[in-house]
């Protein structure tokens, strides 16, 4: 059945690029210098709770000599084989959603990149992202826990102020950290920095 169904999307290879089609995951490759290390067990989370919400993208290999390579998703397919193994009676995990392009190594690797970064370069708010979980029957589905919940519960000035005295202010709750960086990470953090107006925001958004 897979010889089949890969002669069948050879045939269709001019009319995939550029559409959304169903594929098995055996009949895909993972990219072969991902620098991504992905929790798959909560993309498995994931998909079991929501579903596939958006394909991932495939690149054809026309030009670069690897066919059906995963270039945004990997480790969703990775879920999708771990899930298959698991439930093998489950349709579900029998096909993934793709969509399909047909680059070169050069924009490979550039989409590979910036689909990783990308997620890094942003932050929470943390305030809006405890109200969405509070409202929520479960956090099933999120990537978070209940303990994550609890951390992200905004401080309550009020009742500090009765149990440790008036006049507190969100300053008054820090507590300073000294840390010894290696070079290469003090460069990092740096670059991490600079994208916020406080070192309070900065580690905020690496948490």
Known sequence: MGEALSATIASMAPSLVGST????????????????RGDVSVIAASLNANGQYKPIVVNRGTH????????????????????????????????????????????????????????????????????ILSELPDVDGTGYSSSDLDSFQPLDLDALADRYGEGMTNEDMLEPVALELTPEVAARWAQHRSLFETDGEALAGLL
């Open 64 to 131: 670069t000599g690897r066919p059906n390579e995963v270039l945004a998703g990997n480790h969703t397919l990775m879920a999708f084989r771990d899930l298959a193994e698991q439930h093998p009676e489950d349709p579900r995990w029998e096909s993934v959603r793709v969509h399909w392009v047909d680059v070169d190594d050069d924009r490979a690797a550039r989409i590979v990149l910036v689909d990783n970064r990308s997620s890094e370069m942003g932050h929470m708010d943390v305030a809006v992202l405890h109200e």
């Open 21 to 36: 089609t169903l594929i098995a995951p055996r009949e895909l490759s993972t990219y072969h210098q991902n620098p991504r």
